[in-house]
């Protein structure tokens, strides 16, 4: 069993938060440039499997070990759901959507986990975590201005944002399964080498 440090937790949670808003504006450069999305989701995926494999073979090379059994089928669900599929259909929302409304959308993932949790899993949730997702959302509505002159929504970019979402939560859900829940729990390395792998291949396969 890992030992606890909620410092040094929160403070990658802030540092991911941060990763992620840099992110949602910057990814829209490239399309706009000309590079479509699906070209762009798979050079990402490409690129950040190669870096990360480099970090592997310099810091933790039994990052390398193929995963089996039911830790392989979930590496490739993740690689699949949580990574190719999160990142492309968000790249395909904000090609059709304002980019605050596309961000609102793709991260109501909070409230999917959160609901899957207590309600498919059967797990309670601390009565704090209900008035703290309404909180975020109201904050990212906030800083996307959604009330903002927007004309029609695309139908297919509201749709690519919803699937996005939810490819996000199950990115949530399946990589705890993975490094927190599983007999024997994978390290964060590990699991990023083998998803991003696998989700590399998927975008290949789709392009």
Not at 41 to 48: C, E, P
Not at 162 to 188: C, D, M, R, W
Request: net charge positive; hydrophobic share 55%; with cysteine.
């Amino acid at each position: 069993m890992r030992s606890a440090h909620p410092v040094r937790g929160h403070v990658l949670v802030i540092i991911a938060a941060i990763c992620f808003g840099i992110n949602a504006g910057m990814s829209r450069i490239p399309m706009e440039a000309g590079l479509d999305s699906g070209s762009f989701t798979a050079l990402r995926l490409g690129g950040s499997f190669l870096l990360f494999l480099a970090i592997a073979l310099i810091f933790d090379r039994s990052a390398l070990i193929p995963p089996r059994g039911r830790q392989l089928l979930l590496m490739i669900a993740l690689g699949i759901f949580g990574v190719a599929c999160v990142q492309w259909m968000y790249n395909m929302a904000i090609t059709r959507l304002p980019l605050g409304f596309a961000v609102l959308l793709e991260y109501l993932a909070p409230v999917y986990v959160v609901l899957w949790v207590r309600f498919v899993q059967g797990i309670p949730v601390h009565r704090r975590v209900w008035p703290g997702i309404g909180l975020a959302i109201g904050g990212l509505a906030l800083i996307g201005q959604i009330w903002g002159p927007s004309g029609d929504l695309d139908p297919l970019g509201v749709l690519f944002a919803v699937l996005a979402g939810f490819s996000f939560a199950a990115y949530f859900l399946i990589g705890e399964n993975l490094t927190t829940h599983e007999t024997k729990a994978q390290s964060p390395l590990h699991v990023v080498v083998w998803s991003f792998g696998f989700g590399s291949i998927a975008m290949l396969l789709i392009q």
